[in-house]
């Protein structure tokens, strides 16, 4: 999750429903940009008479920074990655809650209750998950996609037609899976290789593009685009003619989760609106908007036949993928020193 704002770009803020007049308080959430449909965040605002705004980001660094850089505390939640969690609980950003005060939490499934980057969900809740990897153009490309070579060893019609993510960790996620090493490795020739394969593949890509990953295989910008498999799903609904790999190599995992913030300004409407989360029919509108898969218990009754056969929803068998790891600091010092050299 999960179409982006460009970094830069100033935030969305919207209002919605109930007029600060006759709300019972604010939330403030800080969410990824086009992730949650108006009509859900509509139905909280009247349901519990709270006035809501949104700001978004356009990547778990992103919102990491800002945060970090004085907007802790004017948000109540926020919508982080799974590894992001795990390194803003290590950082002291995140507030707890008790499960008591939930009534939905017992709607958690249990595959995703006692997940390593929030054992217990002490200040989580899933959001909603999914898949990275990319899709191909069949009106161009014919051959077999199953592979991240198309990536970081494109075919001849592939090069110079590639979209790839502005995302350093899901982009450095599918480096290592290409070269079958271990992410977050701290082995000196390993990083090396790492940062030879990215800088050997940059005059294959076209662009690096989160916001736009969707439009620009669309508009046939781009022949390959790095992707999450519910924005391939969407490209597919608007008319490409793409085809999302589940790459042999393998291909990201990733859960998005719904956090407390410390310092919450209004923590009570911010558990309110976690709790309506976890409703299964608010779950399942989120997920036939933006086509990723909810972590609640009965959502299914409430989807659309679309999503249910959408195959970026259905990997194949034997397909096999990875969540990103959590860096050591000595090691995302080096990461993000290969990230700032590829990105010039």
Excluded at 315 to 324: D, E, K, L, R, V
Aim: one cysteine or more.
């Amino acid at each position: 999750m999960k179409n982006y704002l460009k970094l830069g770009a100033s935030a969305l803020a919207l209002t919605l429903a109930a007029s600060a007049v006759h709300a019972d308080g604010k939330l403030s959430i800080y969410h990824w940009f086009e992730y949650i449909p108006q009509e859900v965040l509509d139905k909280f605002s009247a349901e519990h008479g709270v006035e809501v705004t949104m700001d978004t980001f356009d990547s778990n660094e992103a919102m990491l920074a800002s945060l970090k850089a004085g907007k802790l505390g004017s948000y109540d939640v926020a919508v982080p990655g799974d590894y992001m969690v795990e390194i803003m609980a290590g950082e002291g950003m995140l507030d707890t809650f008790e499960p008591s005060e939930l009534s939905n939490f017992g709607n958690i499934q249990a595959q995703w209750m006692d997940v390593s980057f929030d054992p217990g969900r002490k200040s989580s809740i899933p959001y909603q998950w999914g898949s990275t990897s990319f899709s191909v153009n069949r009106d161009v490309y014919s051959g077999d996609i199953n592979t991240t070579d198309i990536i970081f060893n494109p075919p001849a019609e592939l090069s110079g037609k590639i979209n790839v993510l502005d995302s350093q960790g899901e982009v450095m996620a599918l480096a290592s899976m290409h070269l079958g090493i271990p992410q977050c490795s701290s082995d000196r020739d390993q990083l090396k290789a790492l940062n030879a394969l990215l800088q050997s593949a940059k005059p294959h890509w076209a662009s690096f593009g989160s916001d736009t990953a969707k439009d620009v295989l669309v508009s046939g910008d781009v022949a390959v685009g790095m992707i999450w498999n519910g924005f391939s799903a969407k490209a597919r609904e608007e008319g490409a003619n793409v085809e999302y790999a589940f790459p042999k190599q393998g291909y990201v995992v990733w859960m998005d989760n719904v956090v407390l913030l410390k310092d919450a300004p209004n923590r009570d409407n911010a558990l309110k609106f976690m709790n309506f989360l976890l409703e299964p029919e608010n779950a399942a509108a989120i997920t036939n908007y933006a086509q990723y898969t909810a972590g609640v218990d009965g959502v299914t009754a409430h989807l659309t036949d679309a999503v249910k056969n959408a195959p970026e929803l259905n990997p194949p068998a034997g397909a096999s993928g990875q969540f990103i790891m959590a860096c050591s600091q000595e090691v995302q010092a080096v990461y993000d020193k290969i990230w700032t050299d590829l990105k010039k």
